[in-house]
């Protein structure tokens, strides 16, 4: 057996150990590579047989490269199981982040994994001193932050320092108290800076659900039925805000200022769509309620849909002479200067043209049919 015959024995033998290995599918990358080194060994040995063939034995071998030694093999073999590690490593890293909802802080540490380190101690001392980390993680994590802040100042006064929880178990606390506050109204206990502020004060998931169900249990048992009927009255508010009330009555009178304002202000826009006869749903509604221009003037809103209902007929109409599909919702997009309302305004013009077309000029519609439309004052 020659050198290169030899060399294509030795990376058979390595492709098969490789195999082997793969089982799990963790070194399909270190396979290929052998793969692609074995297809390379494989070319190299028929070149030289082929010069052999022809009389080119005398001395160097033509431009046939020499084949790598006993010492180059084992080192290639070396790397190779090295970067499988690494790639291993980098997996079951992957999944723990993912997992926590952690993937903002995976490329800090997918560098120094790649860089050779070879546990999560030693990876962690890395990105402890890894100012864009400790940034990103901060960001995830901000009660961490607080906690660090706050026992500076306990050690400069002798107090004992206050535990910080571990990403997964932060993560685990989030759920919890994200639990414990079902049934109040999303959005008020459930934030960041709420979790935020239970993890610092160190109050129990247990404890938040306790406080809540007591809230609970008194706006739906023990409360004035009349109170209860003038809070709905005066402020639409429901059992679950009231509830809220009860637990947190600074919090929670905030947000339903805030939300009374958007709910009176969705009304208004509602009302003006009503008296022009134009259905709208909530959700427009309320979106259109959103620019004060009109969610807290009714006459200005009532002039916009006027504006919808002069066109509205004319709108369906050439969508239906052109095959295509018009809503008054794309209307009211366009007259309330709503998200998408550049394209209405695009889709009208080729409406009108196409119009314009299949009457020789003159719109069977009315020339300006869909150009009524009047801004508020």
Not at 134 to 150: G, K, S, T
Not at 204 to 210: D, G, I, L, R, S
Request: proline share 3%.
């Amino acid at each position: 057996m020659n050198p290169w015959e030899q060399n294509v024995a030795n990376h058979e033998a390595m492709m098969r150990a490789e195999m082997a290995r793969n089982r799990d599918g963790s070194r399909t990358g270190a396979v290929k590579h052998i793969i692609n080194q074995l297809n390379q060994a494989r070319r190299d040995a028929a070149s030289y047989a082929e010069q052999q063939n022809s009389g080119g034995s005398g001395g160097g071998g033509g431009n046939t490269p020499a084949p790598p030694t006993a010492a180059e093999i084992a080192a290639e073999r070396a790397r190779l199981e090295e970067q499988a590690r690494v790639n291993q490593r980098l997996k079951e890293a992957k999944v723990f982040f993912t997992t926590y909802g952690l993937d903002k802080l995976w490329s800090g540490v997918e560098k120094y994994i790649r860089q050779g380190y070879n546990d999560m101690a030693t990876v962690a001392g890395a990105l402890s001193r890894d100012k864009a980390y400790q940034e990103a993680y901060f960001e995830r994590f901000p009660a961490v932050q607080q906690i660090r802040e706050l026992n500076k100042q306990r050690q400069k006064d002798g107090m004992p320092i206050m535990a910080e929880p571990s990403p997964s178990t932060y993560v685990e606390l989030e759920k919890g108290y994200r639990r414990a506050v079902r049934g109040l109204p999303p959005g008020l206990f459930d934030t960041v800076d709420s979790i935020t502020e239970y993890i610092v004060n160190d109050v129990a998931p247990t404890e938040v659900q306790e406080r809540a169900l007591i809230a609970k249990n008194y706006i739906n048992y023990d409360a004035n039925d009349s109170i209860k009927t003038e809070l709905r009255r005066l402020y639409g508010m429901t059992n679950e805000e009231m509830a809220a009330y009860v637990l947190d009555p600074d919090r929670t009178l905030g947000y339903v200022e805030s939300l009374y304002e958007k709910r009176m202000a969705t009304a208004t826009v509602a009302g003006a769509a009503n008296t022009a006869g134009i259905s709208v749903s909530d959700a427009m509604a309320a979106q259109v309620g959103g620019n004060d221009v009109y969610g807290r003037s009714y006459g200005n809103s009532l002039a916009q849909f006027n504006a919808v209902a002069d066109v509205e007929d004319a709108y369906d109409k050439l969508g239906q002479l052109s095959g295509v599909n018009t809503t008054t919702d794309e209307l009211v997009s366009e007259q309330f200067g709503l998200e998408g309302a550049a394209d209405v305004k695009k889709k009208k013009k080729k409406l009108a043209s196409a119009e314009r077309a299949r009457f020789g000029g003159k719109s069977g519609v009315g020339r300006n049919s869909l150009s009524s439309g009047r801004k508020a004052q």
